[in-house]
Nanobody, 121 residues
Framework: QVQLVESGGGLVQAGGSLRLSCAAS?????MGWFRQAPGKEREFVAA????????YYANSVKGRFTISRDNAKNTLYLQMNSLKPEDTAVYYC?????????????????WGQGTQVTVSS
């Protein structure tokens, strides 16, 4: 069993930065960040392999967001720079991708409760 707790969300102006953290308890494998805006489906943002060597990004965040992990602290991060109003959403941490594609939320076994990110124009 893995428990995930996100933190670091908040309100920021367009062009600003935020750093999300996801503290995990238990053994984690491939982990990812997803987001869900009101009235929209949950969408993939970024993922990282257990070793941290392989990373994956949605085209919409590539070059602006960076995913990383500190396995000694069992913590996942998402550095978000050059934020845009369209990045506004609840951001979820997911862990232990076990089937299908890293890009699909259905393949992850554990989820955090989410943290709100709001980007004002």
């Amino acid at each position: 069993q893995v428990q995930l707790v996100e933190s670091g969300g908040g309100l920021v102006q367009a062009g600003g930065s935020l750093r999300l953290s996801c503290a995990a308890s238990g053994r984690t494998l491939t982990m990812g960040w997803f987001r869900q805006a009101p009235g929209k489906e949950r969408e993939f943002v970024a993922a990282i392999s257990m070793s941290g060597v392989s990373t994956y990004y949605a085209n919409s965040v590539k070059g602006r967001f960076t995913i990383s992990r500190d396995n000694a602290k069992n913590t996942l991060y998402l550095q978000m720079n050059s934020l845009k109003p369209e990045d506004t959403a609840v951001y979820y941490c997911a862990s232990n991708q076990y089937s299908g594609s890293v890009y699909s939320p259905s393949g992850y076994a554990y989820w955090g409760q989410g943290t709100q990110v709001t980007v004002s124009s």
